[in-house]
């Protein structure tokens, strides 16, 4: 859906760029660039910079650029562009998936979604650039940017070491610093599924996607949660902050 975007505004000057975060880097993300064949840069952020530099802490989200390299917007979420059929729906025969993946799927129903209003702003922003009502001055970027506290600092220098240490195949040390990273920064969604992510539950092409615990081993589980009990716990509704014009 973004490269049929990207194909209908690239003549006025617009390109996108999407990054996958994740810490195994070409291993994790080659697999979805390939299936997607973009004609757009899509770049692998396996330090997940976007979070450090650019305040991501959720998927999907993103940040403007104008043509001199300021940013306009901040992170935010951003809906995939609206198409016919786009809505995630609930398997026809749910007895074919495992029990977790329909319950997932049932929650991924349920999340805010904002696709029309955010992509009439992207388009406004195309089209008027810096005359935009949706382009912030430098001064309202800030105002909206996200303060790091020393806790939130710290919690990524934890898990920056999580994420070496898991690079080095020091599992069990690496668990210890994604926990640390969750609990100062408990609003990051991209720190809690990475961590979870990297568990092997089960076996097989949707093992990263269980992202929980064996129903049967819960004992095993290293993290308090997992996605499906911690959006069941916030309520799927507050999953994205709503777009703010």
Request: charged share 25%; aromatic share 8%; glycine share 6%.
């Amino acid at each position: 859906m973004w490269q049929v975007l990207r194909e209908e505004l690239a003549p006025k000057g617009f390109e996108l760029v999407t990054v996958g975060l994740d810490t195994l880097g070409a291993a994790g993300c080659r697999p979805f660039i390939e299936a997607a064949a973009p004609k757009h840069p899509s770049l692998i952020d396996s330090t997940h910079q976007l979070a450090n530099k650019f305040g991501v802490i959720n998927i999907p989200q993103a940040v403007w650029i104008d043509e001199n390299g300021l940013i306009v917007r901040p992170a935010e979420v951003a809906p995939a562009p609206p198409q016919p059929n786009s809505r995630i729906r609930l398997p026809a025969d749910p007895g074919q998936m495992p029990s977790r993946f329909v319950e997932m799927m049932g929650e991924a129903v349920k999340i805010r979604q904002e696709g029309e209003t955010y992509h009439v702003a992207l388009r406004d922003w195309v089209e008027k650039g810096a005359k935009s009502v949706y382009a912030m001055t430098p001064e309202q970027v800030i105002a909206r940017s996200r303060p790091r506290s020393v806790d939130v600092a710290l919690g990524h220098a934890h898990f920056e070491l999580a994420s070496v240490l898991e690079h080095k195949g020091v599992h069990d040390l690496a668990v210890k610093h994604f926990k640390e990273a969750h609990r100062l920064v408990p609003d990051s969604w991209t720190f809690r599924r990475q961590a979870w992510s990297l568990e092997k539950v089960i076996d097989g092409p949707m093992q990263r996607f269980w992202q929980g615990p064996d129903p049967e081993k819960l004992e095993a589980w290293p993290y308090a949660g997992d996605w499906l009990a911690d959006i069941r716990k916030v309520g799927a509704v507050n999953y994205n902050e709503p777009w703010q014009p």
